[in-house]
């Protein structure tokens, strides 16, 4: 497999949010505004490159019974470092964030590239396949901030792009969008989308998986 693959697989046709279902909890807590997807999505793609070419460079030495345990360490040691320097720089973006930024160590996408990938592979794919999830990861989560953010203020990034009735103008912002549900719409949707675009991402039936096994000799 190319290292381009690990790269640019997870964009779309591989993407860890709309066909492995990973790591929406943040895409409901942190996507009200572009600025903060864009602030988490850059957190997490930096803790999934580090985390992997670090456990990957140590994956021969890490005892398989206590594997799980030192991986999460790892984790959790680079998610702390990340937290000082936002708590330390960028104090505003880190208080909006609240505790979200140190439950990336919890994050599923995190340990499963971890224990799928890092764990077997020499530490460049890991880094890229890391960088590759944490860009497919980001594309969901700015694509939902976004809209979110647009449909319910009329603006990006704090910035006013349609007059609002309040304003005088034509543009009724939707309440609904800076509620945690809104963001269960849209990644609704986009998985939708994307396996309407992509059917062979559709899962089959379970009684139709039932029927082939049992169809089998």
């Not at 990957?56 to 470092?81: D, E, G, K």
């Not at 349609?162 to 849209?186: D, K």
């Amino acid at each position: 497999m190319s290292l381009k693959h690990h790269l640019i697989s997870p964009l779309i046709g591989n993407n860890p949010v709309t066909l492995q279902i990973l790591g929406i909890c943040s895409a409901l807590a942190v996507t009200t505004t572009l600025s903060t997807a864009i602030t988490m999505s850059v957190a997490l793609t930096v803790v999934l490159c580090l985390s992997g070419g670090v456990i990957s460079l140590m994956r021969h030495h890490i005892p398989p019974s206590i594997r799980l345990i030192i991986q999460i360490t790892i984790v959790a040691s680079i998610v702390i470092v990340i937290d000082q320097f936002m708590q330390a720089f960028m104090f505003e973006m880190s208080k909006r964030l609240s505790i979200f930024v140190g439950l990336i160590v919890t994050n599923c996408l995190v340990l499963g590239r971890a224990e799928a990938f890092a764990m077997r592979n020499p530490v460049l794919p890991s880094v890229l396949d890391g960088l590759g999830n944490g860009l497919g990861y980001s594309l969901i989560l700015l694509i939902v901030g976004a809209l979110r953010e647009f449909l319910g203020t009329g603006g990006l990034m704090g910035v006013p792009l349609v007059s609002t009735v309040a304003e005088g103008g034509w543009f009724e912002p939707l309440g609904l969008m800076q509620l945690a549900p809104s963001a269960f719409f849209i990644l609704g949707l986009l998985v939708w989308l994307v396996r309407v675009l992509r059917p062979e991402q559709v899962e089959q039936p379970e009684f139709r998986l039932k029927a082939a096994e049992d169809r089998r000799p």
